[in-house]
């Protein structure tokens, strides 16, 4: 079973730019499609982008899109999220998911199967 942890996530100005880091346990971590969601205070979960278990496909929510970049070091069981150009309505918690049966997760969250703790990123005007 794989075990997620983020970091990387802070306070950033408007702007700025962060690095979402997000490091699984266990020997398998090639064999999952990886996504990143993120969580606004009384909002729901949102998809942010996803990647295939090879990095060769992404997806990207609209919001994020030319500002967010997505990858993956599978030697490093780690995914990445590089934000630029943040904006206040960024600010989130934002959680690392892994989807163990498919090729890549999607844009829902029933598609993934383990969750990380979350990482609040706030971004200040």
């Known amino acids: 079973q794989v075990q997620l942890v983020e970091s990387g996530g802070g306070l950033v100005q408007a702007g700025g730019s962060l690095r979402l880091s997000c490091a699984a346990s266990?020997?398998?971590?090639?064999?999952?499609?990886m996504g990143w969601f993120r969580q606004a205070p009384g909002k729901e979960r949102d998809f942010v982008a996803a990647?295939?278990?090879?990095?060769?496909?992404?997806g990207y929510a609209d919001s994020v899109k030319e500002r967010f970049t997505i990858s993956r070091d599978n030697a490093k069981n780690t995914v990445y999220l590089q934000m630029n150009s943040l904006k206040p309505e960024d600010t989130a918690v934002y959680y690392c998911?892994?989807?163990?049966?498919?090729?890549?997760?999607?844009?829902?969250?029933?598609?993934?199967?383990?969750w990380g703790q979350g990482t609040q990123v706030t971004v200040s005007a």
């Open positions: 998911a892994a989807s163990r049966d498919r090729y890549y997760g999607g844009t829902q969250l029933h598609g993934y199967d383990l």
């Open positions: 266990g020997r398998t971590f090639s064999n999952y499609a």
């Open positions: 990647i295939s278990r090879t990095g060769g496909s992404t």
